[in-house]
């Protein structure tokens, strides 16, 4: 395993907010991601909530932007935010659209080349970037997930494919079915190619409708969100499959709030205290 490299360290409420960067062997690239350690982390290790960012986003949206630190010094609570996607590769037309390529790799495992070269970022956050951050952060080995758009479509199939690792899942404005929508069809076609059965095991709806959830699902959503409103994020079509499947699903429709980090610091504070008691 490569050694990771201190990029930067600002102290915040009483912890401290970190980006690291190393070579990713999953990904073929040099990577960077963002840590935030509360003050109990100097004490004791500390349980470990992932956080999966939407299109066009880095490790670092969430944190300059989402407010969190406050309340996760308060819980002591770990933060790790990964890149959205590899960097570095510049393989044809991967820096011609927001949605596909660089900043949108859909946290999938890609078949088809060239993406399968550098795409492979469920492997990177659900393999390579945990043994990484465990072996060097004084965690518990407690861990909860959480994401936006189509990071929360991130958390959401990682928490599926993976029963029994996080204690809990939550996402904001999530791509809940991007097999059925402009967004996902683009992004798995191109990764996955054109079999649409392949699709299915990247979908939360089809996930939840094949084998299932022990956990409880928690989804906030902005009815003022313009791709909810054009049919992008379709929660209702996951509340369906899980009410189907009989899992617990809480789909909260928060009135006058788009698709922005304003909409998430509202929120996060809640997400915050209900993975904090799952991880107790």
């Not at 079915?177 to 939360?204: I, T």
């Not at 992008?232 to 499959?241: F, S």
């Given at each position: 395993m490569?050694?990771?490299?201190?990029?930067?360290?600002?102290?915040?409420?009483?912890?401290?907010?970190?980006?690291?960067?190393?070579?990713?062997?999953?990904?073929?690239?040099?990577?960077?991601f963002?840590?935030?350690?509360?003050?109990?982390?100097?004490?004791?290790?500390?349980?470990?909530?992932?956080?999966?960012?939407?299109?066009?986003?880095?490790?670092?949206?969430f944190?300059?932007?989402?407010?969190?630190?406050?309340?996760?010094?308060?819980?002591?609570?770990?933060?790790?935010?990964?890149?959205?996607?590899?960097?570095?590769?510049d393989?044809?037309?991967?820096?011609d659209?927001?949605?596909?390529?660089?900043?949108?790799?859909?946290?999938?495992?890609a078949?088809?080349?060239?993406?399968?070269?550098?795409?492979?970022?469920?492997?990177?956050?659900?393999s390579?970037?945990?043994?990484?951050?465990?072996?060097?952060?004084?965690?518990?080995?407690?861990?909860?997930?959480?994401?936006?758009?189509?990071?929360?479509?991130?958390?959401?199939?990682?928490?599926?494919?993976?029963?029994?690792?996080?204690?809990?899942?939550?996402?904001?404005?999530?791509?809940c079915?991007?097999?059925?929508?402009?967004?996902?069809?683009k992004?798995?076609?191109?990764?996955?190619?054109?079999?649409?059965?392949?699709?299915?095991?990247?979908?939360?709806?089809?996930l939840?409708?094949?084998?299932?959830?022990?956990?409880?699902?928690?989804?906030?959503?902005?009815?003022?969100?313009?791709?909810?409103?054009?049919?992008?994020?379709?929660?209702?079509?996951?509340?369906?499959?899980?009410?189907?499947?009989?899992?617990?699903?809480?789909?909260?429709?928060?009135?006058?709030?788009?698709?922005?980090?304003?909409?998430?610091?509202?929120?996060?504070?809640?997400?915050?205290?209900?993975?904090?008691e799952?991880?107790?």
């Amino acid at each position: 395993m490569s050694d990771i490299e201190l990029v930067s360290a600002t102290k915040s409420f009483g912890g401290w907010l970190k980006r690291y960067k190393h070579r990713s062997t999953v990904l073929n690239c040099e990577m960077i991601f963002a840590i935030y350690l509360p003050p109990a982390a100097e004490e004791h290790p500390v349980p470990l909530l992932w956080w999966l960012s939407g299109l066009t986003c880095t490790d670092e949206n969430f944190m300059q932007k989402a407010g969190a630190q406050r309340t996760a010094a308060e819980l002591g609570l770990a933060i790790v935010c990964p890149d959205t996607s590899p960097r570095g590769s510049d393989l044809p037309g991967e820096h011609d659209s927001y949605d596909f390529g660089s900043g949108a790799g859909f946290y999938v495992n890609a078949t088809q080349a060239p993406w399968n070269q550098h795409y492979r970022m469920y492997d990177y956050v659900t393999s390579e970037l945990p043994a990484l951050v465990s072996a060097h952060f004084p965690l518990n080995g407690k861990q909860a997930i959480s994401g936006h758009s189509m990071g929360g479509h991130g958390a959401l199939i990682c928490a599926l494919k993976n029963p029994g690792r996080y204690t809990s899942v939550s996402a904001f404005a999530p791509i809940c079915n991007p097999g059925q929508c402009p967004w996902g069809e683009k992004a798995l076609g191109g990764y996955l190619g054109d079999n649409r059965e392949l699709w299915r095991e990247w979908d939360s709806c089809e996930l939840i409708k094949a084998q299932g959830s022990d956990l409880p699902l928690l989804v906030d959503q902005g009815d003022a969100d313009n791709f909810y409103v054009d049919g992008q994020l379709r929660p209702e079509a996951l509340a369906a499959a899980c009410e189907e499947a009989s899992v617990p699903c809480t789909l909260r429709l928060r009135p006058g709030y788009d698709h922005s980090y304003f909409f998430i610091a509202s929120f996060i504070d809640e997400h915050l205290r209900y993975h904090a008691e799952k991880l107790q």
